[in-house]
């Protein structure tokens, strides 16, 4: 029940009400025993700021951030954490005594959901398939895992050069070439992790694929796509066809918002059931 006392904790984008952490989180807070309820809160681009004014007034005590605002958050709020200036956005707010302070889980919530799947990280080879926001928190947690070498391919080869030149400041070494590019395929044969992350196949455009060479790939290699929905996009169908190990983005989903709950209650996270959450979402 929701009383004078009751915590309030939400999700700012624009839009969110496709969004699956209210029922998690909600999920979660029920299971903990704690007195707390998550909203979804539609913030216009053009508003984020007053947003974060107004989290404050209200006596909220944390948000979950997501697209368009992860990175354009930043400047408003009080204190960047550690996790969030590495990636360059956040996508988690805790508010406590009047100060906003953002963090990321992304990153730290992909490789836990890569060890809860029984996959090591330190020493492997990893490739990626994508440059965008969410390649950038996947090679941050990798790397922070002590990951081998780092490549990470795009369409259009000068945008991967460029994304993987923005890593030197943070002493993150990674090659970016065009997926059509020999060097791409090079890496394919000492591929250990191949992470599928661009939002091709995602619904509702559930027959698109992206397409490689699959018979360069090291025929070892464990293959994850961060799509959810479908749980199984034709990039995994192709992957379990050929006999790899592969992973969706349903356990990163979880992972991140396990650490975000975390991070608001200081509790652990009762993460079965919301795993059964998102299993029920499918
Ligand atoms: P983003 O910042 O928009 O980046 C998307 C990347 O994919 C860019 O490199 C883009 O290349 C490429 N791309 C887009 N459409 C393409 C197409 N039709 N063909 C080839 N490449 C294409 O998006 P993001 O935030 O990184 O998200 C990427 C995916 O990760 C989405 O599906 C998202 O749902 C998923 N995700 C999952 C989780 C999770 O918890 N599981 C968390 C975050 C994100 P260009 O620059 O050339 O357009």
Known sequence: MITGTTK?????????????SPALHNAAFGQAGLDYVYVPLPVRPNELGSAVSGLKSLGFV???????????????LDEID???????????????????VGYNTDAEGFVQSLFTAGICV??????????????????CGLHNHGVGQLVVAAR???????FASGFSEIKVEV???????????DALDNCDILIQCTPVGMFPHTEEEIHFDWARLNPAAVV???????P?????????????????????LLEQGALAFTLWTGVKAPRQVMADVLQQDR
């Open 8 to 20: 309030t904790v939400g999700i700012i984008g624009w839009p969110v009400e496709h969004s699956l």
């Open 62 to 76: 944390g948000a979950n951030v997501t697209i368009p605002h992860k990175v354009n958050i930043m400047p408003f």
């Open 82 to 100: 550690r996790s969030a200036q590495q990636v360059g956005a956040v996508n988690t707010v805790v508010i406590a005594d009047g100060r906003a």
């Open 122 to 139: 330190k020493g492997k080879n990893a490739v990626l398939i994508g440059a965008g926001g969410a390649a950038r928190a996947v090679i």
């Open 156 to 162: 259009v080869p000068e945008k991967a050069r460029e």
């Open 175 to 185: 090659q970016g070439y065009g997926w059509d590019e020999a060097e791409f395929c």
């Open 224 to 230: 994850c796509d961060l799509i959810y929905n479908p």
């Open 232 to 252: 199984l996009t034709r990039f995994l169908l192709t992957a379990k066809a050929r006999n790899h190990q592969i992973l969706n983005g349903a356990g990163m």
